[in-house]
T-cell receptor, first 112, second 115 residues
Framework: GDSVTQMEGPVTLSEEAFLTINCTYTATGYPSLFWYVQYPGEGLQLLLKATKADDKGSNKGFEATYRKETTSFHLEKGSVQVSDSAVYFCALSEGPASKLTFGTGTRLQVTL | NAGVTQTPKFQVLKTGQSMTLQCAQDMNHEYMSWYRQDPGMGLRLIHYSVGAGITDQGEVPNGYNVSRSTTEDFPLRLLSAAPSQTSVYFC??????????????FGSGTRLTVV
């Protein structure tokens, strides 16, 4: 079945550092790929998405490119801020019911 | 404000008790789902619905029931609570198949503790 593998956290960075959170997936077809973010005490919010190979999703300075050849969707940001501290989930959606399959989440802590 | 509303936000149950977690959305979304979030395990799908009157099981359905009598509401019922059901529960909704490509909208969650 479908699965998503994320790098384990927590990831601790200083403000203005470069961020990469790795995500790889296994799927039988051509899934849509997502990054969701969860701030402390809140639900999940869609951060960005990509629906086909080579698409680049971007939002709030975050980017991720759908790489079918490596089955990856790594999240990047050039300069993180303290306000980016959260848990980040990679997810895919496939099939007629388009259910979401999530990775285990990566906690990001940004310090001054 | 439009969105997904979950109630209650917090609940403590005794083992064997039953309860219903409420979920309502006002966006006329076809798809609705229930997930549970446990440390180190991400979110796992409990049940989902692709429209009123249609429900199906997800990855971890045991111990839970759902129904979808209206487009707006998708309650999750715990039949006989067990400590293993201590978790944070999220309801999510999306427009149909094409809309899922735009991502799901999540509620703020219900934190359930079973003692």
């Amino acid at each position: 079945g479908d699965s998503v593998t994320q790098m384990e956290g927590p990831v601790t960075l200083s403000e203005e550092a470069f961020l990469t959170i790795n995500c790889t997936y296994t799927a039988t077809g051509y899934p849509s790929l997502f990054w969701y973010v969860q701030y402390p005490g809140e639900g999940l919010q869609l951060l960005l998405k990509a629906t086909k190979a080579d698409d680049k999703g971007s939002n709030k300075g975050f980017e991720a490119t759908y790489r079918k050849e490596t089955t990856s969707f790594h999240l990047e940001k050039g300069s993180v801020q303290v306000s980016d501290s959260a848990v980040y989930f990679c997810a895919l959606s496939e099939g007629p019911a388009s259910k979401l399959t999530f990775g285990t989440g990566t906690r990001l802590q940004v310090t001054l | 404000n439009a969105g997904v509303t979950q109630t209650p936000k917090f609940q403590v149950l005794k083992t064997g008790q039953s309860m219903t977690l409420q979920c309502a959305q006002d966006m006329n979304h076809e798809y609705m789902s229930w997930y549970r979030q446990d440390p180190g395990m991400g979110l796992r799908l409990i049940h989902y619905s692709v429209g009123a009157g249609i429900t199906d099981q997800g990855e971890v359905p045991n111990g839970y029931n759902v129904s979808r009598s209206t487009t707006e509401d998708f309650p999750l019922r715990l039949l006989s609570a067990a400590p293993s059901q201590t978790s944070v529960y999220f309801c999510a909704s999306s427009r149909g198949t094409g809309g899922v490509r735009s991502g799901y909208t999540f509620g703020s969650g219900t934190r359930l503790t079973v003692v």
